[in-house]
């Protein structure tokens, strides 16, 4: 009913930076809170920034002041702006979405993208 496709992941060093794009596709109605998740191996998928559809942001502690998410509505995309990369940022990067489609409201995910960053 949604997909959500995921670019822009890849091998960067330590302080560089990258922008993560979210596509959002189907028969959307709505789309009201979206986030990127992150998995590195051995852990748990974690929040790393939200955002809900007023453009109201959190971030974990972790990534205060590196990264920045945003979105454009009129495009159902989400972004996420990841500067001074450490290479405990590496992951696997995911996009979430909950939306309204004619069958009712649930989260979706994407696929995932992967960010590996070398010291």
């Known amino acids: 009913q949604v997909q959500l496709v995921e670019a822009g992941g890849g091998l960067v060093q330590a302080g560089g930076s990258l922008r993560l794009s979210c596509a959002a596709s189907?028969?959307?109605?709505?789309?009201?809170?979206m986030g990127w998740y992150r998995q590195a191996p051995g852990k748990q998928r974690e929040l790393v920034a939200g955002i809900t559809s007023g453009s109201s942001t959190n971030y974990a502690d972790s990534v205060k002041g590196r990264f920045t998410i945003s979105r454009d509505n009129t495009k159902n995309t989400m972004y996420l702006q990841m500067h001074s990369l450490k290479p405990e940022d590496t992951a696997v990067y995911y996009c979430n979405a909950e939306a309204s489609t004619m069958y009712g409201r649930r989260p979706y995910w994407g696929q995932g993208t992967q960010v590996t960053v070398s010291s």
């Open positions: 189907g028969r959307i109605v709505s789309i009201d809170a």
